[in-house]
């Protein structure tokens, strides 16, 4: 039986070929594009961006030619407030934040859920690759059959009730070309549209110029980690933990080995830098943390912890901190109101800021913002 | 098709208008040609003058046709303005009279000649019901400096009919010329151009069920030459362009069931939108119909629904197959508050909640009742939907 579904349409090929087989799957679907950009550019320009004009115009013609009613919904205040500033705010505090888990979690599956729930819509179809299964405690949220384009690391975000609204039908599709080959067969021009890429509100992909536009570039210090000045830089903002080129330094590290960005701190406008060994963390750890599905006690991964209303034992997982990296063997325990990652070989360059997502076998059990890291050198390293 | 309560944005084509329009296909020959087929195109395409000028008070020399509404209003602007221009030179000192409630169309091209030919835009003060205030308009005109006055003759979004009369007698008085943006209510109100004195006024066909991409630039024999485009110079000089002979026959065609369908069914479409407008009140209390309650469109309904917005109504009205309207304009499908609501002084916060009902001659009672009976359920997840999105702000 058929259920309302509220589909969100980029413009691109996948949310297009996804409400296609929502729409065939015999529900009853609206297609919804979000404008999210203040001052959309007109056309696309090149394959990176989106939300522009023409982006709209291209999920339009598809709901047209799947005969749904489609509307645009403006979120662009949200989207300024909730992923651009917090984008700037994250990188003057010397973080390294995920824009597109921050959009996921305050726009698409928040605010426009909310919206479309209050107008009666049963769920909100997305084109991501990641699969919803109801497993024995509830919906759970599963890696994309194909791992080459699994999404589920920016879906980590989901809280449980959201999960129950979710539906990808791209979720069990092998590969990208078979939906742009499905795409092709509907009729879809956007069949060939290129993938989008990056950072949708900097179009150009000048992340540094953008920030430094935003955040300021102020002159600072670049210190090793006994606390010496080993040279200088234009704006603790334009580096990134685990960076290793444009730090510019006049003269080579007393070891002769390359030197990594450490540490930024922002406060102080300093970059600390030192040995790709010192980059090794062996904990991560994060207060703000949010579970898609059962959380790991219910789900039986986990004793509860005594004496910790919200706490629970180590259990074995596996944690990935970027969308492409690759997940490792990690054990993982929630200890007063913090859930603490113990890698089992030490990781290497992770940034405050970043999310943590944790899974066991292909299953998304939930995530956290990264707070603080240890380093696998030093016992504490905050 | 559900129930159709869009008619301002476009009304439907009469099976008479139809039948004209493919009549008049059949015959090949640009109206141009001196060719036999070229005559025959040009008799039906000044017959099509003819009867459009007796419809709206205007000899068939003051005709020309355009593309639409929004190509006549952009002409009748642009061309005054270039009109001083070539008589006081390029850079001569041109102003505009307007209102902030007129439509874009107006409103673009203002702005358009701000940009690009230095053009003044003194703009004339509107009332809480879209009505252009006549005194602030007679202020504006003190000045002595006003190149054209362009006026709706009664506001698209709102409904409210300007005091077109006293605009043109004030305007006169000082020798100003007029333009009149007929376009969305001409097919409401019986237009004399002659008797009511203008310079100027646009029209558009599909408005009054004739087809889309042609309209009407009347141009009084008292008025300065139009040019805005340039090849060959067809219709006094105005209009360049091969001239669409079926089209202006559908037009004229149009015109002519309209007003026939104004002269018998006048009082029952005021009935019908008094209904509506009644019984909307009634399950909803909490609407506020906006623009003049006495002097508006016979088929206009416009009203602002509190703690909604308007794209969630109209899509809540079309999931019961009611086809409606915000009534303005929007930028890439992004809905905006009306500036037409905005220049009343209605605040943004209310403006969002807008939605048009237009009725027109095939609107039924049954069609009227059906919205009234899905309305409760339309404002209350529409307020729903709206208490959803006023949490998280």
New interface residues.
């Given amino acids: 039986m058929g259920v309302k579904v509220l589909a969100a349409m980029s413009g691109g090929v996948d949310s297009a070929v996804a409400t296609a087989r929502a729409v065939e799957a015999g529900h009853e679907v609206?297609g919804v594009?979000l404008?999210l950009s203040r001052a959309?550019g007109t056309l696309r320009t090149g394959s990176r961006g989106c939300c522009t004009?023409e982006d709209?115009?291209d999920a339009?013609r598809v709901a047209d030619m799947l005969g749904i009613?489609?509307?645009?919904?403006?979120f662009s205040e949200?989207f300024a407030q909730d992923v651009v500033q917090d984008f700037i705010d994250e990188y003057s505090e010397g973080r390294t934040p995920n824009p597109c888990m921050r959009c996921n979690q305050h726009i698409k599956f928040?605010?426009v859920m909310?919206?479309g729930?209050?107008?009666?819509f049963d769920a909100i179809a997305t084109g991501h690759y990641a699969a919803v299964t109801e497993g024995p405690g509830g919906k759970e949220l599963h890696r994309a059959a194909t791992w080459a384009k699994d999404q589920s690391y920016v879906l980590g975000v989901l809280t449980t009730e959201q999960l129950e609204h979710c539906y990808f039908p791209l979720g069990a599709t092998p590969s990208k070309d078979e939906v742009r080959a499905e795409a092709a067969s509907r009729g879809f021009f956007v069949a060939e549209k290129p993938d989008s890429h990056d950072i949708c509100f900097i179009p150009d992909g000048d992340t540094r110029g953008w920030l430094a536009e935003r955040v300021g570039a102020e002159k600072g210090a670049v210190l090793d980690t006994a606390g010496d000045v080993v040279g200088s830089h234009q704006g603790a903002h334009a580096f990134t933990v685990g960076q290793r080129k444009g730090l510019a330094l006049g003269y080579p590290a007393a070891d002769g080995k390359p030197r990594f960005v450490l540490e930024i701190r922002p406060k102080t406008n300093e970059v600390v830098v030192g040995p790709k060994e010192a980059l090794a963390l062996s904990e991560l750890a994060g207060s703000q943390m949010s579970f898609a599905g059962p959380n790991p006690v219910e789900s039986g991964y986990a004793n509860a912890a005594p004496g910790d209303d919200f706490g629970c034992e180590e259990f074995a997982c596996h944690v990935q901190v970027r969308a492409h990296s690759d997940p490792v063997p990690a054990r993982a325990r929630i200890s007063d109101g913090e859930l603490i990652i113990r890698m089992d070989a030490p990781l290497l360059g992770v940034s405050p800021g970043q999310s943590a997502v944790l899974y066991v076998g292909t299953r998304v059990v939930g995530q956290c913002t990264i707070d603080r890291t240890v380093s696998a050198l030093a016992p504490l390293h905050a | 098709m559900g129930i159709y309560l869009d008619h301002q944005a476009t009304s439907p084509m009469p099976l008479a208008v139809r039948e004209a329009y493919l009549e008049a296909l059949e015959v090949v020959g640009n109206p141009s040609a001196l060719h036999q087929g070229g005559r025959s195109a040009r008799a039906l395409l000044e017959g099509a003058r003819e009867r459009v000028a007796a419809l709206v008070g205007a000899h068939p020399v003051e005709v020309v046709f355009t593309s639409g509404g929004t190509e006549a209003i952009n002409t009748a602007l642009k061309g005054s303005v270039w009109a001083h221009h070539r008589t006081h030179g390029p850079a001569s000192h041109t102003a505009i009279a307007a209102t902030l409630a007129e439509h874009h169309a107006t409103l673009d091209a203002i702005n358009w000649l701000r940009e690009q030919e230095g053009t003044h835009w003194r703009e004339v003060v509107v009332n809480s019901d879209a009505v252009m205030d006549v005194s602030s308009l007679e202020h504006v005109l003190s000045a002595g400096d006003i190149t054209v006055v362009t006026t709706l003759l009664a506001n698209n979004e709102v409904g409210s009919r300007q005091p077109v009369e006293s605009i043109v007698a004030l305007s006169k008085a000082k020798n100003v010329p007029v333009h009149v943006d007929a376009v969305s209510a001409f097919g409401y109100h019986s237009v004399n151009f002659r008797e009511l004195g203008a310079d100027l006024m646009s029209l558009s066909a599909h408005k009054v069920g004739g087809p889309v991409g042609t309209g009407a630039l009347l141009i009084s024999r008292t008025a300065k030459d139009m040019q805005a485009l340039h090849h060959g110079g067809n219709q006094q000089r105005s209009r360049s362009g091969t001239m669409d002979a079926a089209g202006a026959i559908a037009f004229a065609t149009a015109l002519e069931v309209r007003a026939l369908d104004r002269e018998q069914g006048q009082d029952r479409l005021m009935a019908l939108r008094d209904r509506l407008w009644e019984g909307l009140l009634a399950v909803a209390p909490q609407c506020v119909v906006r623009g003049s309650h006495d002097e508006r469109l016979p088929g206009n309904l416009h009203l602002t629904v509190p703690g909604c917005t308007g794209?969630?109504l109209l899509?809540?009205l079309?999931?019961h197959g009611i086809h409606a309207s915000t009534g303005s304009a929007?930028?890439?499908?992004?809905?905006e508050p009306s500036h037409v609501l905005l220049a009343m002084g209605v605040p943004a916060e209310e403006a969002w909640g807008a939605i048009r009902l237009t009725l027109s001659y095939t609107t039924t009672a049954e069609d009227v009742e059906r919205v009234i009976s899905v309305f409760p359920d339309v404002v209350e997840?529409a307020t729903?939907?709206g208490?959803?999105?006023k949490a998280?702000r």
């Fill in positions: 609206v594009h404008a959309p004009i709209s115009m339009r009613p489609f509307y645009v919904w403006d949200r928040d605010a909310e919206r729930l209050a107008l009666g | 794209d969630v899509y809540l079309d999931e929007c930028q890439a499908g992004v809905a997840r729903k939907a208490l959803a999105m998280r």
